[in-house]
Protein backbone atom coordinates (compact mmCIF):
# COMPACT_ATOMS: atom_id res chain seq x y z
CA UNK A 1 0.00 0.00 0.00
CA UNK A 2 1.38 3.25 -1.03
CA UNK A 3 2.26 5.83 1.82
CA UNK A 4 -0.28 8.54 1.69
CA UNK A 5 1.92 10.64 3.49
CA UNK A 6 4.69 10.91 0.70
CA UNK A 7 3.10 10.58 -2.34
CA UNK A 8 3.56 12.35 -5.29
CA UNK A 9 2.62 15.43 -5.97
CA UNK A 10 -0.42 16.00 -8.64
CA UNK A 11 0.39 18.06 -11.52
CA UNK A 12 -0.12 21.88 -10.83
CA UNK A 13 0.40 21.30 -6.95
CA UNK A 14 3.25 23.08 -5.11
CA UNK A 15 5.15 20.27 -3.64
CA UNK A 16 5.30 19.73 0.44
CA UNK A 17 8.66 21.19 1.71
CA UNK A 18 11.51 18.64 2.79
CA UNK A 19 14.47 19.38 4.76
CA UNK A 20 15.67 22.40 6.45
CA UNK A 21 13.08 23.96 4.66
CA UNK A 22 10.59 21.97 6.38
CA UNK A 23 12.69 22.18 9.53
CA UNK A 24 12.66 25.90 9.59
CA UNK A 25 8.91 26.21 8.93
CA UNK A 26 8.16 23.94 11.83
CA UNK A 27 10.00 25.86 14.37
CA UNK A 28 8.69 29.17 13.22
CA UNK A 29 5.02 27.51 13.25
CA UNK A 30 5.53 26.65 16.65
CA UNK A 31 6.98 29.81 17.86
CA UNK A 32 4.02 31.51 16.60
CA UNK A 33 1.93 28.43 17.83
CA UNK A 34 3.70 29.57 21.57
CA UNK A 35 2.98 33.23 21.26
CA UNK A 36 -0.31 33.01 20.25
CA UNK A 37 -0.79 30.23 23.58
CA UNK A 38 0.94 32.79 25.69
CA UNK A 39 -1.01 35.96 24.60
CA UNK A 40 -4.62 34.35 24.30
CA UNK A 41 -3.38 33.67 28.49
CA UNK A 42 -2.71 36.95 29.22
CA UNK A 43 -5.97 37.46 27.73
CA UNK A 44 -8.10 37.67 30.95
CA UNK A 45 -5.73 40.03 32.83
CA UNK A 46 -5.72 42.57 29.71
CA UNK A 47 -9.63 42.41 29.76
CA UNK A 48 -9.41 42.75 33.56
CA UNK A 49 -6.81 45.82 33.63
CA UNK A 50 -9.03 47.39 30.33
CA UNK A 51 -12.35 46.91 32.28
CA UNK A 52 -10.94 48.74 35.35
CA UNK A 53 -9.21 51.91 33.66
CA UNK A 54 -12.58 52.12 31.58
CA UNK A 55 -14.66 52.03 35.31
CA UNK A 56 -11.82 53.74 37.31
CA UNK A 57 -13.38 57.19 39.09
CA UNK A 58 -10.71 60.09 39.03
CA UNK A 59 -9.16 60.24 42.55
CA UNK A 60 -9.89 62.53 45.02
CA UNK A 61 -7.58 63.85 46.34
CA UNK A 62 -4.69 63.39 43.67
CA UNK A 63 -2.12 61.21 45.27
CA UNK A 64 1.05 62.33 45.74
CA UNK A 65 2.82 59.82 43.45
CA UNK A 66 1.65 56.94 41.56
CA UNK A 67 -0.29 54.29 42.99
CA UNK A 68 1.27 50.80 42.88
CA UNK A 69 -1.79 49.01 42.88
CA UNK A 70 -4.08 51.87 40.86
CA UNK A 71 -8.03 51.95 41.64
CA UNK A 72 -8.35 55.53 40.85
CA UNK A 73 -7.07 58.30 38.07
CA UNK A 74 -4.20 60.58 39.18
CA UNK A 75 -4.98 64.14 37.03
CA UNK A 76 -1.52 65.63 36.72
CA UNK A 77 -0.69 68.65 34.72
CA UNK A 78 1.57 68.84 31.93
CA UNK A 79 2.27 69.15 28.19
CA UNK A 80 3.49 67.12 25.51
CA UNK A 81 6.94 68.01 24.47
CA UNK A 82 8.18 65.42 21.89
CA UNK A 83 7.07 63.48 18.64
CA UNK A 84 8.27 60.28 17.36
CA UNK A 85 7.78 59.54 13.80
CA UNK A 86 8.31 56.45 11.65
CA UNK A 87 8.46 57.25 8.08
CA UNK A 88 7.48 55.36 4.85
CA UNK A 89 4.48 53.55 3.54
CA UNK A 90 2.30 52.29 6.12
CA UNK A 91 3.70 54.11 8.60
CA UNK A 92 2.12 53.49 12.08
CA UNK A 93 0.68 56.24 14.84
CA UNK A 94 3.23 59.06 16.38
CA UNK A 95 4.08 58.67 19.63
CA UNK A 96 3.94 61.47 21.99
CA UNK A 97 6.51 62.42 24.88
CA UNK A 98 3.98 63.79 27.64
CA UNK A 99 6.16 65.51 30.41
CA UNK A 100 4.01 65.87 33.56
CA UNK A 101 4.54 69.14 35.67
CA UNK A 102 4.97 67.04 39.24
CA UNK A 103 7.96 65.35 39.01
CA UNK A 104 6.88 62.68 41.13
CA UNK A 105 5.11 60.95 38.02
CA UNK A 106 6.86 60.10 35.03
CA UNK A 107 7.05 61.10 31.74
CA UNK A 108 6.04 59.04 29.39
CA UNK A 109 5.42 58.03 25.42
CA UNK A 110 1.95 57.27 24.81
CA UNK A 111 0.11 56.78 20.91
CA UNK A 112 -3.31 57.15 20.03
CA UNK A 113 -5.00 55.09 16.77
CA UNK A 114 -5.23 56.46 13.90
CA UNK A 115 -3.05 59.60 14.15
CA UNK A 116 -1.15 58.73 11.47
CA UNK A 117 -2.58 61.81 9.50
CA UNK A 118 -3.06 65.34 10.19
CA UNK A 119 -6.31 65.53 8.44
CA UNK A 120 -7.80 62.94 11.05
CA UNK A 121 -6.92 64.79 14.16
CA UNK A 122 -9.77 65.81 16.20
CA UNK A 123 -9.67 69.05 17.57
CA UNK A 124 -8.56 67.52 21.33
CA UNK A 125 -5.83 65.74 19.57
CA UNK A 126 -4.32 68.81 17.68
CA UNK A 127 -4.80 70.72 21.06
CA UNK A 128 -2.83 67.78 22.43
CA UNK A 129 -0.12 67.47 20.27
CA UNK A 130 0.33 71.15 19.86
CA UNK A 131 1.83 71.15 23.28
CA UNK A 132 -0.45 72.91 25.12
CA UNK A 133 -1.38 72.80 28.96
CA UNK A 134 -3.82 69.75 29.21
CA UNK A 135 -4.56 67.41 32.12
CA UNK A 136 -3.04 63.83 32.47
CA UNK A 137 -5.13 60.80 33.66
CA UNK A 138 -2.71 58.14 35.42
CA UNK A 139 -3.61 54.61 35.73
CA UNK A 140 -0.46 53.97 38.02
CA UNK A 141 2.41 54.93 36.11
CA UNK A 142 0.94 55.47 32.73
CA UNK A 143 -1.13 58.14 31.41
CA UNK A 144 -4.05 56.29 29.86
CA UNK A 145 -6.33 60.18 28.84
CA UNK A 146 -6.20 63.57 28.71
CA UNK A 147 -8.57 66.33 29.41
CA UNK A 148 -7.97 69.48 26.99
CA UNK A 149 -9.70 72.78 26.53
CA UNK A 150 -11.67 70.81 23.28
CA UNK A 151 -12.35 67.80 25.51
CA UNK A 152 -11.56 64.41 26.66
CA UNK A 153 -8.99 61.71 24.97
CA UNK A 154 -8.03 58.39 25.65
CA UNK A 155 -4.73 56.71 24.71
CA UNK A 156 -4.26 53.30 22.37
CA UNK A 157 -3.66 51.43 26.15
CA UNK A 158 -6.57 53.82 27.89
CA UNK A 159 -9.48 53.30 25.06
CA UNK A 160 -12.14 50.64 25.77
CA UNK A 161 -11.70 47.52 24.46
CA UNK A 162 -7.94 48.05 24.38
CA UNK A 163 -7.87 44.11 25.99
CA UNK A 164 -8.99 43.06 22.07
CA UNK A 165 -5.13 43.92 20.75
CA UNK A 166 -4.03 40.59 22.91
CA UNK A 167 -6.98 38.54 21.59
CA UNK A 168 -5.83 39.01 18.29
CA UNK A 169 -2.16 38.70 18.54
CA UNK A 170 -3.22 35.14 19.91
CA UNK A 171 -5.54 33.93 17.22
CA UNK A 172 -3.40 35.57 14.82
CA UNK A 173 -0.45 33.61 16.39
CA UNK A 174 -1.95 30.03 16.12
CA UNK A 175 -3.48 30.84 12.53
CA UNK A 176 0.01 30.79 11.65
CA UNK A 177 1.40 28.31 13.72
CA UNK A 178 -1.29 26.13 12.55
CA UNK A 179 -1.26 26.90 8.76
CA UNK A 180 1.82 23.94 8.12
CA UNK A 181 -0.01 21.17 9.87
CA UNK A 182 -3.10 22.16 8.47
CA UNK A 183 -1.92 22.07 4.87
CA UNK A 184 -0.48 18.54 5.81
CA UNK A 185 -3.83 17.48 7.02
CA UNK A 186 -4.98 18.44 3.61
CA UNK A 187 -2.61 17.44 1.08
CA UNK A 188 -3.20 13.76 3.02
CA UNK A 189 -6.99 13.96 2.90
CA UNK A 190 -8.77 15.91 0.24
CA UNK A 191 -7.19 13.73 -2.34
CA UNK A 192 -9.19 12.72 -5.61
CA UNK A 193 -11.83 9.67 -5.02
CA UNK A 194 -12.20 10.18 -1.11
CA UNK A 195 -15.59 10.63 -0.58
CA UNK A 196 -16.94 13.85 -1.28
CA UNK A 197 -17.73 14.29 3.10
CA UNK A 198 -14.46 13.33 4.36
CA UNK A 199 -12.69 15.77 1.51
CA UNK A 200 -14.88 18.77 2.02
CA UNK A 201 -14.00 18.46 5.87
CA UNK A 202 -10.09 18.02 5.60
CA UNK A 203 -10.70 21.43 3.23
CA UNK A 204 -12.58 23.45 5.59
CA UNK A 205 -9.84 22.15 7.88
CA UNK A 206 -6.94 23.36 5.76
CA UNK A 207 -8.24 26.79 4.94
CA UNK A 208 -9.19 27.44 8.37
CA UNK A 209 -5.87 28.91 9.63
CA UNK A 210 -5.51 31.14 6.63
CA UNK A 211 -8.57 32.64 6.37
CA UNK A 212 -8.58 32.92 10.32
CA UNK A 213 -5.32 35.17 9.32
CA UNK A 214 -7.69 37.19 6.85
CA UNK A 215 -10.06 37.54 9.70
CA UNK A 216 -7.81 39.39 12.38
CA UNK A 217 -5.92 41.15 9.38
CA UNK A 218 -9.94 42.56 8.86
CA UNK A 219 -10.61 43.47 12.76
CA UNK A 220 -7.28 45.39 13.74
CA UNK A 221 -8.83 48.23 12.04
CA UNK A 222 -11.97 49.17 13.35
CA UNK A 223 -12.37 51.36 16.96
CA UNK A 224 -15.44 49.69 17.92
CA UNK A 225 -15.17 46.20 19.77
CA UNK A 226 -18.16 44.61 18.60
CA UNK A 227 -17.62 46.10 14.47
CA UNK A 228 -13.84 44.01 15.29
CA UNK A 229 -15.77 40.98 16.14
CA UNK A 230 -18.45 41.25 13.20
CA UNK A 231 -15.50 41.44 10.60
CA UNK A 232 -13.27 38.79 11.83
CA UNK A 233 -16.25 36.68 11.94
CA UNK A 234 -17.52 37.76 8.22
CA UNK A 235 -13.90 37.19 6.43
CA UNK A 236 -13.49 33.79 8.50
CA UNK A 237 -17.09 32.56 7.62
CA UNK A 238 -17.17 33.92 3.88
CA UNK A 239 -13.97 32.19 3.12
CA UNK A 240 -14.60 28.74 4.27
CA UNK A 241 -18.10 29.36 2.39
CA UNK A 242 -16.02 30.22 -0.96
CA UNK A 243 -13.65 27.08 0.22
CA UNK A 244 -15.93 24.26 0.96
CA UNK A 245 -18.02 25.81 -2.39
CA UNK A 246 -14.77 25.38 -4.19
CA UNK A 247 -13.92 22.08 -2.81
CA UNK A 248 -17.03 20.56 -4.31
CA UNK A 249 -16.96 21.92 -7.65
CA UNK A 250 -13.41 20.24 -8.00
CA UNK A 251 -14.81 17.15 -6.49
CA UNK A 252 -17.84 16.94 -9.08
CA UNK A 253 -15.62 17.97 -11.58
CA UNK A 254 -13.07 15.38 -10.96
CA UNK A 255 -15.95 12.99 -10.86
CA UNK A 256 -17.45 13.78 -14.48
CA UNK A 257 -14.04 13.81 -15.99
CA UNK A 258 -12.99 10.55 -18.01
CA UNK A 259 -10.85 8.02 -16.69
Known sequence: MADRTTR????????PLRGWRAVAMGVFSVLCAVVGVVALALLPGAYAESSAI?????CEPTPTAPQQDPTCLAEVGGA????????????????????????????????????????????AQRHLFAGEPVTARYWGAEP?????????????????????AMLWVGLGGLALGGMQPA????????????????????TLVGATPLWLLFGVGAAIFPERVSTQVVAAATVLLAGLALTGAGAV???????????
Open 249 to 259: WTARRESRAPR
Open 80 to 123: VDDVRRSSGRGARSPDWHFAPDDPAFPAAWVDFRGTSDEDDWSA
Open 8 to 15: PSRPGETP
Open 54 to 58: ADAPV
Open 183 to 202: TAYLRRRATPGVPLGTRLRA
Open 144 to 164: VAFVTQEGPLRTSSGRDGAWT
